[in-house]
Nanobody
Framework: QEQLVESGGGLVQPGGSLRISCVAL????????LGWYRQVPGKQREPVAG???????GYADSVEGRFTITRDNTKGTIYLQMNDLKLEDSAVYYC??????????WGQGTQVTVSS
């Protein structure tokens, strides 16, 4: 069964760092582009970062230079390293998988809270 499982969310102070992970189960990792969206209550889910099977990464302007997405092919896992976190980065972060267009598979989400 194809499934995405996130972990690593939590509470961090402004300026701090956090790494979240997403394990891709089933035949996802080699077939799909993977990445992260985030969502706050009352707003649409927005893209944060994505990485292709060829390790080409892309970022939203709001996180460029602060966040880094990587993939570990041996573990079937992607990571989002978040540095210099800001209050506005607080959200539920969702891992996604897509083949040619919009996300097709979603994880359950992991909460990231930036607060002093």
């Amino acid at each position: 069964q194809e499934q995405l499982v996130e972990s690593g969310g939590g509470l961090v102070q402004p300026g701090g760092s956090l790494r979240i992970s997403c394990v891709a189960l089933g035949n996802i990792f080699s077939v799909y582009k993977l990445g992260w969206y985030r969502q706050v209550p009352g707003k649409q889910r927005e893209p944060v970062a994505g990485i292709t099977q060829d390790n080409v990464a892309g970022y939203a302007d709001s996180v460029e230079g602060r966040f880094t997405i990587t993939r570990d092919n041996t573990k079937g896992t992607i990571y989002l390293q978040m540095n210099d976190l800001k209050l506005e980065d607080s959200a539920v972060y969702y891992c996604y998988a897509s083949r040619f267009g919009p996300p097709e598979i979603w994880g359950q989400g992991t909460q990231v809270t930036v607060s002093s």
